[in-house]
């Protein structure tokens, strides 16, 4: 991006440099837009396939439990302090996973930028697959009733009431739904699958990207006995192999600014920061959240109302967004809580999945753009 752009005419077009129209009507779009034809990734090997065919080389930063592989790409330029980007740590959050696919591309900066695209890859491929690593194929099932059906025939179900599920087949379990804060840390039940994973359907109609059985959302029963998922473990020595290839990554090249897509069950658009450690840091890091949140809010989507909160464990700091205390919500760091307290500047940022596709897409890459272009002033 020329540097003597301004911040108007970059955000008036709903971000230039990365070809985005406005957020004008949704038959306007499909006219005028190339990105309104963008959907979620079929399947995990459909991601590595485009992004081989765009010419990029991945590196193999370690394997899933059914040995597929976890990648990361390298884009941008040279210059340091390089920028890190992830998506996909819940699978059911698909849009951020597409957007981090077409930043590879797409996002115009000097810096070095170190992507990983997705961090399930299990999950990605859908709560059959994840079956078919226990039952050797994935099994003909139409619905979420099918496949609780499937859990009591084949599993061994370890609790049963008040509409959960859970049963226990080959090394995994498998739920009918989110088991994360609904037990107190070391239930019994949960004694068989200490240090284990286990799934649970995508299940919502109004969700795109994230239908009946289209996603496994992947939980791990800690070996004390806390459910939790894959954006946690940051800053254990114990974590699943997911969590320790960002990490890794992220030790080695020492990021100057991170980000982590993700969506939550809403139709709005917000994000969330962290406290860090010098005040230089703390200051460019309010800067490139309320310049994001602002293009976003410019672009014509909607922001939360301004009595929203994500949670007892954030601040507000303007409509859109927010700062995390990860010392209150306890469980762990998540990647951007370890991206601050370690390196520097980190977002996570947040898209309403009850929108359209490829709105949700062209928001992430409208945020990390222009964070990604004030960053880029921090370093001139």
Known sequence: MNPSMTRRSFLGVGGLALGLPSLVSAEARTKEDPMSQIRPFGR??????TLKGRGHKLRILGHAPDKSPVVSVKTGGDKQPPIFMSAGAHATEQAGVAAAVELVDRLETRHAVHVVPTRDPIGLNGYRYALSLALGEEPSIDSVEDAEALLREKGDVLYDRDGVLLAFIGEYGYANR??????????????????????????SEDEPGAGPLERAYTQVVTPDGEVLHLNRFHDTPWAPVEVRCARELMGEIRPGLSFDLHEYGGDAYWMSARRQRTEDDEQWEERLGRAAVRAVAE??????????????????????????????????????DY??????????????????????????MIAVQTAVTLFEQRYA
């Open 339 to 364: 991206a601050a307290h370690h390196f520097g500047p980190g977002f996570t940022i947040e898209t309403g999945m009850r929108q359209e596709f490829a709105h949700r897409v062209r928001l992430q």
């Open 299 to 336: 672009s014509g989507a909607r922001l939360p109302e301004d009595d929203y909160t994500p949670g007892s464990f954030f601040t507000r700091l303007e409509n859109g967004l927010y700062t995390l205390d990860p010392s209150v919500r306890g469980e762990g760091l998540n990647l951007v």
């Open 44 to 49: 995990y090997a459909e991601l590595l396939e």
């Open 178 to 203: 989110s088991l994360f804060r609904q037990f107190e840390k070391g239930e019994g039940f949960l004694e068989p699958l200490l240090g284990r994973r286990l799934f649970f359907p995508s299940r």
